[in-house]
């Protein structure tokens, strides 16, 4: 195996490091846009709390005495970040259950469609809490399935 130019690389890890911050702004105001209606005194949605880990990317909501955490990862061959709603076990390594994920991308739009079709974006008030709510409800509807699984960590 043939490696890169020191130049070439530093060039494209530039490149990878300079996306990742870009999502992972997009992702603290994620955080922040939801908490600012989902805790507010006339929320929608009584008793949400919010807990913000952003050094490890990492926010959790409480609700209705369950806890789930979404945690934020670059997928490095799509460049889109990747937000993965899971409910912690009793080893947080092994015991994850996966609620789902969702993709977005550079402009914060999600892969997730509002009922008219249009992309949620993560960095609105109303479409980021819009997303918890939607992973709150696929765990509690009775349709809901758990794959069990971890979120892949390559991701």
């Not at 490696?3 to 490149?15: D, E, F, I, R, V």
């Not at 929320?43 to 409480?62: A, C, Q, T």
């Amino acid at each position: 195996m043939k490696a890169l130019s020191a130049t070439q690389l530093a060039a494209h890890l530039s490149k990878i490091a300079e996306r990742y911050e870009k999502l992972r702004t997009i992702f603290r105001e994620f955080c922040a846009k939801s908490a600012a209606l989902l805790t507010a005194n006339d929320s929608p949605v009584p008793g949400i709390k919010h807990f913000f880990d952003l050094p490890n990317n990492m926010l959790r909501v409480e609700f209705c005495g369950k806890s789930y955490e979404f945690d934020f990862k670059m997928d490095h061959v799509t460049g889109k970040g990747v937000v993965t709603c899971t409910l912690p076990g009793r080893n947080p390594q092994k015991d994850r259950i996966v609620v789902g994920s969702f993709a977005f991308v550079g402009n914060a739009d999600s892969d997730v469609l509002n009922s008219h079709g249009d992309n949620l974006r993560m960095v609105t008030p109303d479409d980021a809490s819009h997303l918890i709510l939607h992973m709150i409800y696929q765990d509690l509807s009775p349709a809901a399935a758990h794959s069990g699984s971890q979120p892949d960590a390559a991701q």
